[in-house]
């Protein structure tokens, strides 16, 4: 019987099709270094940014199957990427996001327009840290330190690469 | 047979008790001039901006019973505040925040921490259009006037006053 | 200030066109029937069994505007049916139907499929007490003075018409 | 890049922590030969069935970390039983059931109250394989060898033993 179960990190990000590819290399990164400390992946198990994620945690040596955890708004499976292992299909609409980060031990955010942010204040309110990659643009670059409302005493961590990013998900993970 | 129905406006800010009476003034001031104008008032049915906006709603002349919509976050109906007409008990947590903008046509926010800011993104992802007062704090303040991301060509709708935001409402929805 | 709200009651059945019209009949008078007793009326907002409830309500004599509340599947409210006047837009899919018995203070089941089945049976597990109009077939037909499971003490309460069914509703809720 | 994602069953029956000792051993049974013949196992994440579900499904020589998934109700994602690898903490309340069924290609039920009920309506309506374990009494016992209503050509698939019912799920999978 394992006694700690694995911990999970959503990654939040664009979806869009058209997202720059340096974008979409940072967020392999991160899913490839997530996997590599050990960490399971979920997303919103669709396009741009959460195919990056996706294809970075299958380039982990560490991935298994079962390490991509994809929830997905409508009930069509199908729709999700795939390198996403476990599906979710749950309906929901937008309301995937809030199940996604409520499922979530920590929340990365990278760059992102209006999805994004409203994970990150979802994921503020549910009391999760979540870490603000700076890739220049984006919410997670215009919040990257702040704090969202006065009901925490942290801010969302600044990570200017992947290897910070992981970095800081591991330290608010071990914190006290 | 009604052939247009009556419009719905989502108020969305804080539910915190500690909440300054100034905003409280100027949210019951939102949900009488936002009946007065013969929109239906929907919120998330709990205290603070919430229950302002509902005792606003009622001490409109135009207030009829079932004028006031609550979406609240648990089971329990006997948590909306005695302003709220319709209850809707969603058992959804959070998301209850998305079901509630959903339902809107347009989205006032007044102030607000995180669940205001979950809001307005929401809101914006989904296309309504969305009034900001500015009452000096909060993500209404901060994002008035500005957009969220590129999807959409508008930007958040400052207003100043109530009865600003109530024209800026109509002015979003008559709009062809 | 209230201080009793109205009570509502979810009125549940299929929503096919070619439901028969001696069952939208009777859909129509449990309707108008729970309007004249003073209730709300709440549904799925969509078609068959669903219009005729809320064309009912619109024919009590005490209806007014914000009697019919409709929790739809969707984002999109113009699929409600003209007779709903409060449309909540869920985009929950199957899960509006957990809303919709949540949201009630009591369930009426006319017939009905698999849809309606899980509302019997959702309305069961939240404690809410339930009324199953015999009308010859379907799961309201089968279940029937029956109970779900032996988590509770009652049974679904038979009614044979719809005044019977309102009848029911009110002793249920009346019931110390 | 995996061309066929692997396939997960949703196995529903009673959280009740008192259980008859035999539906457990059926419900491991159920958990280990799912896993043996490939599948993912989903469950809603708690006690009972739930709990002996996901036991089962470990000791399968074919487990690996990721292939039990547990949806639980709550944002507490400490609730799940300590078998379930993916938790996803819904927040959602019974709502998750939906998502439950949503997300599995065949759901197995093992007796059942109300609860495992609306999990086998849902699944009914959203097209999903339901396979009813006849352990002598509950809702998989009642419905097996039934159609839940018209919308659908086939049957609840009886099934008698774990095998049997896995048996049963490949060849509903494996259909043309």
Redesign the interface.
């Known amino acids: 019987?394992?006694?700690t179960?694995?911990r999970?990190v959503a990654v939040c990000g664009s979806g869009a099709a058209d997202t720059p590819p340096a974008v979409l290399e940072v967020a392999f990164a991160v899913g490839r270094a997530l996997v590599d400390a050990g960490f399971?992946v979920a997303c919103g198990g669709l396009g741009g940014v959460m195919t990056a994620v996706c294809r970075g945690a299958?380039a982990s040596d560490r991935w298994?199957?079962?390490?991509t955890?994809g929830?997905v708004p409508t009930?069509d499976?199908s729709t999700?990427n795939?390198?996403?292992?476990?599906?979710?299909?749950?309906?929901?609409?937008?309301?995937r996001?809030?199940?996604l980060v409520?499922?979530a031990d920590a929340v990365v955010a990278i760059g992102g327009?209006?999805?994004t942010?409203?994970e990150i204040?979802?994921a503020?309110?549910?009391g999760k840290p979540v870490v603000a990659l700076d890739v220049g643009f984006g919410w997670s670059h215009e919040l990257a330190g702040r704090a969202?409302?006065?009901?925490r005493p942290d801010t969302l961590r600044r990570a200017s690469t992947p290897e910070a990013a992981v970095a800081a998900v591991r330290a608010a993970l071990d914190a006290p």
Chains 1, 2, 3, 4 share one sequence.
Do not use: C, F
């Not at 298994?64 to 390490?67: C, F, Q, R, S, V």
């Not at 292992?85 to 609409?93: F, H, R, Y």
């Open positions: 019987m394992q006694t179960r694995r999970t399971r299958r298994t199957e079962g390490t955890l929830i009930y499976a999700a795939p390198y996403v292992d476990v599906v979710v299909a749950s309906g929901l609409g937008l309301a996001n809030v199940v409520a499922s327009g209006s999805g942010l409203a204040a979802l503020w309110q549910l969202i409302d006065d009901r």
